[in-house]
């Protein structure tokens, strides 16, 4: 299975050249795409640090239906791949920091539509323009104590599946991946690997994601941005190195510092194949006896 990580330098505030951009270099690839799953940045059409909200507002689309959606699930189809990709979602004035999924399925109702999920973790930057992803009381398990998928509650779940091999996805966006409330809850849905769009500079977060991955028993395949932006009397430098791990913490493959096109070749066992004993104990049992003894 052929993760690939899209690591470019966005063009700030021209959604309409980054996704050019993103379109030749699926092009260029054409030939080894099909069945792969191909992970961008967050917001990866419109940069991240904006002067306010107005400045934003008008670059933001609607999910599934926005111009940029309708274009990237046509490279879906067209490349027989799963695109899933940082946006600016727009619903009425209210603005989103979102992740929109496309597979090559347009011949369906969806048009190919996977789901989308929204950033549940904010930033002092989130704050300035976006609302807070979900709706408190909604998690996954809210009704019903089997795994979903979907959008399900506030998180977003999928089957990628290639021949007889099937991972189940979830996403979690940037400052996410600090909250390990979020990857528990992944893990608890059998999620296999936690697709991880985001835009940051220090390596603190590529750091976290590998002790995430460890505690919650799942891959983390992380993708990051290059390049620099200004707004606000603040200067944002975003330091590329976008990752893949595996549920031990290990680096499968790291990008550089420059823009890139990462291709992994995936194998790793499911979420039904591998178990949830750490040191001899079930992980869940002995977090859950520990969370009792700290009430």
Not at 2 to 11: S, T
Not at 16 to 32: D, K, T, V
Not at 40 to 66: C, H, M, W
Request: aromatic fraction near 8%.
């Amino acid at each position: 299975m052929q993760l690939c990580l899209y690591q470019p330098e966005v063009i700030y505030g021209e959604p309409a050249a980054n996704l050019q951009r993103f379109e030749a270099c699926l092009e260029a690839q054409a030939e080894q795409l099909a069945d792969a799953l191909v992970l961008l940045p967050e917001l990866f059409t419109t940069g991240y640090v904006f002067e306010d909200r107005e400045q934003l507002l008008p670059l933001a689309e609607s999910i599934p239906d926005g111009a940029t959606c309708q274009r990237l699930a046509a490279m879906a189809q067209r490349y027989s791949c799963t695109v899933v990709a940082g946006l600016a979602e727009r619903e009425g004035d209210a603005l989103f920091n979102s992740v929109a999924a496309f597979g090559p399925g347009a011949d369906d109702s969806s048009g190919g539509f996977i789901g989308r999920y929204r950033k549940l973790a904010q930033t002092n930057i989130d704050r300035l323009y976006f609302e807070r992803g979900g709706e408190p009381g909604e998690g996954p398990r809210a009704e019903s104590s089997e795994p979903k998928l979907g959008e399900v509650g506030n998180l977003l779940i999928f089957d990628w599946t290639v021949g007889e091999q099937t991972l189940r996805c979830g996403v979690a966006i940037c400052f996410d991946i600090w909250f390990p409330q979020i990857g528990q809850a992944y893990a608890r849905e059998e999620v296999d690997l936690l697709l991880h769009p985001a835009n940051f500079g220090g390596p603190q977060t590529l750091m976290v994601a590998r002790g995430q991955a460890i505690e919650a028993g799942l891959a983390i395949a992380t993708c990051n941005r290059v390049g620099q932006e200004s707004a606000r009397n603040l200067k944002a430098s975003y330091r590329g190195e976008s990752q893949v791990v595996n549920g031990q913490g290990e680096i499968l493959a790291q990008a550089g510092g420059e823009a890139e096109f990462l291709r992994v070749d995936l194998d790793f066992p499911s979420y039904a194949e591998r178990s949830r004993r750490i040191l001899g104990v079930d992980w869940w049992d002995e977090n859950q006896a520990i969370v009792e003894r700290l009430k």
